[in-house]
């Protein structure tokens, strides 16, 4: 069985992202390619992660089971 977890507050305006808690591990699923993704993950400093960036429209069950 696998578990998603999904923030239940969203923080938003100047300095959010410095002010906000991140988890150390992550599944972080995104468009943006790696390099820029890497940048964003050491300013939330979240240092265990797997990165998932081949994001498609309406993804197939297949598709699902490879990311977990």
Request: glycine fraction near 2%; aromatic fraction near 8%; proline fraction near 9%.
């Amino acid at each position: 069985m696998h578990t998603v977890r999904i923030p239940k507050i969203i923080n938003f305006g100047k300095n959010a992202l410095s002010e906000t808690q991140f988890p150390k591990n992550a599944l972080v699923v995104t468009t943006a390619p790696p390099e820029v993704s890497s940048k964003w993950l050491a300013k939330m400093k979240i240092t265990d992660y797997m990165l998932y960036d081949k994001v498609e429209p309406e993804p197939s069950i297949e598709t699902v089971n490879k990311v977990m």
